[in-house]
């Protein structure tokens, strides 16, 4: 028979491991119910743990931390809620903020850690990574003026497609759908032909969906605040930066294949590392907040 901890079991678990502090992440090989959590099963390799790892050390968070990844969002969910009602201590939940901000404002609380976009994938993910990455890849001394302003033509045609993208996720989602959440965001890209989102694919797709919600399809929120880069599906974003990474670097350099998990990690470290020259003031707040509870 599994043992279970209680929530006194879960506060202590920290003492365990050597750690003050238990922090809870999604991503992970394995969806873990709450029970399994309980049990104490978890996964200790995440890239969601490598992003935010970074983000502790980089703000100097000051206790000992043991990170473990759960995948679930409905056991992350289930710890929130004890951290909100006092049950637990010791405990900390890091997670995607997602579009849902209600949830962000239900779960206020210093131990309860949203990223600042969508998902890391939209932090991570930027145009400023992007060409930091290609800079790194090519052999010219520095980046050519076309490249640049093909980087600069690829992000500014994501975010106006985005904004039409980003109204459409949030009309399905009133009606209980999955939009854009529901496919690989890599079939909207072609590395051999473009740098840039297919639009025709988008709009096959948007036909292809839109079946699926009664018309006509109403937007109730304002969202009109809301950045289509920051605020998209994580992982079309991250496919639309590795596509212009890819396009660009078989173009004008000898790379035949690039590993997408090596490019991925290089940028989450390449995040980290601007947070000690170009500190984000969203995260240096947030361990603020944190190391001060």
């Known amino acids: 028979m599994p043992f279970t901890r209680t929530n006194a079991g879960i506060s ?10 238990i922090v809870y992440t999604e991503g992970g090989d394995k969806s873990f119910s709450i029970q399994e959590v309980e049990e104490g099963k978890f996964s200790t390799r995440s890239v969601d743990i490598k992003f935010w790892s970074g983000v502790f050390k980089s703000y100097n968070f000051g206790k000992k931390v043991e990170f473990r990844a759960l995948g679930s969002k409905t056991a992350l969910r289930i710890i929130c809620e ?3 009602a ?8 890091a997670k995607d903020r997602d579009l849902d901000l209600d949830e962000v404002s239900h779960f206020d609380s210093p131990c309860i850690l949203f990223t600042k976009g969508y998902s890391w994938e939209n932090d991570v993910f930027s145009k400023l990574s992007t060409i930091e990455q290609i800079e790194s890849m090519i052999l010219e001394q520095s980046m050519p003026d076309e490249l640049l302003k093909e980087i600069e033509f690829s992000y500014d045609k994501f975010k106006n497609i985005g904004a039409r993208l980003l109204r459409l996720e949030v009309i399905f989602r009133e009606s209980n759908k999955k939009f854009i959440t529901d ?10 032909k473009s740098a840039s989102i297919n639009r025709d694919s988008i709009i096959s797709f948007i036909k292809e969906k839109k079946q699926e919600i009664p018309r006509p399809a109403l937007l109730t929120q304002d969202i009109s605040s809301l950045c289509p880069i920051l605020n998209n599906y994580g992982k079309l974003l991250a496919s639309l930066s590795l596509n212009v990474i890819n396009y660009i670097c078989k ?24 947070q000690s020259t170009n500190p984000d003031e969203y995260y240096s707040n947030l361990i603020a907040r944190l190391n001060a509870a």
């Open 12 to 21: 202590n678990l920290p003492l365990f491991y050597g750690a003050e502090v």
């Open 82 to 84: 004890k951290i909100m």
């Open 86 to 93: 006092g049950e637990v201590a010791n405990t900390i939940v």
């Open 183 to 192: 496919v690989s965001g890599e079939r909207f890209f072609n590395p051999k």
């Open 251 to 274: 173009q004008h350099s000898d790379y035949k294949s690039i590993p997408k998990q090596l490019i991925e990690r290089n940028m989450i470290n390449r995040f980290i590392n601007q």
